[in-house]
């Protein structure tokens, strides 16, 4: 299932170098593990967040939130070793890896397309039916590829798609997410951030999306305050 969207965003110039921009995400790691598990409803702070990543365990949490957080960061590692490689592929093998890392032990299955029917809290948007699943995937990705003009465009895309056909049955948004930043980082535009201070807007932009599949106002959001360059 596709979206609409009508004003376009090109690639920022000068790119950044890749190998740069891993060592930089590296070291702002907790950063970007704390929001992407604060956006999942995650108790952890930033300062427990980066303890937990330093080694050091954290008293107080439930067991699934410590390992909700470790499931993302080794989200990143698998990202990183995807980044070594001289020929990057964005097929379904990609989305699956990295669903099955961090929706593990989150949902009745991972690392495959969900067999049932899901529903988005606080909307009235059905996703598509299971059986729909793989024709979709593979027929609207190349599409996607093909209508987007620059990376940067065809990253955010990649994300509110996975977000909106609900391919698995938990980690949409964090699987989208992540190819979205294989895209973003291999072509040196930056990373994909959502900050946990921005969480309200950016629910109710994606609520807005899912009622109305118009895209413009969430995509220019992201587009705005969700890609850092450092």
Not at 14 to 29: D, R, S
Not at 91 to 112: C, H, L, Q, Y
Not at 156 to 184: C, H, M, P
């Amino acid at each position: 299932m596709l979206f609409n969207r009508s004003k376009s965003y090109e690639d920022i110039e000068p790119k950044l170098e890749t190998k740069k921009l891993i060592i930089l995400i590296k070291k702002l790691l907790p950063d970007v593990v704390f929001n992407m598990a604060s956006l999942e409803g995650n108790p952890f702070t930033y300062p427990e967040v980066q303890t937990l990543l330093d080694g050091i365990t954290i008293g107080g949490h439930k067991v699934s939130d410590e390992q909700q957080v470790y499931r993302i960061r080794n989200g990143w590692d698998y990202l990183f070793d995807i980044l070594k490689q001289k020929s990057i592929t964005i097929d379904i093998n990609m989305f699956n890896r990295f669903n099955d890392i961090v929706a593990k032990d989150e949902a009745p299955i991972s690392g495959t397309f969900r067999t049932g029917q899901v529903r988005i809290a606080g909307t009235e948007f059905m996703p598509p039916k299971a059986e729909e699943l793989d024709n979709i995937f593979t027929s609207e990705l190349s599409e996607l590829i093909k209508r987007c003009k620059s990376k940067t465009e065809l990253a955010f895309e990649i994300f509110l798609w996975g977000a909106l056909n609900q391919f698995y049955y938990d980690g949409n948004k964090r699987t989208s997410r992540l190819v979205s930043n294989v895209v973003l980082i291999a072509n040196g535009q930056g990373i994909f951030n959502i900050k946990a201070k921005d969480k309200l807007q950016f629910n109710t932009l994606m609520v807005e999306f899912y009622n109305t599949r118009e895209a413009n106002n969430v995509f220019e959001f992201l587009h705005n305050y969700c890609l850092e360059r450092y």
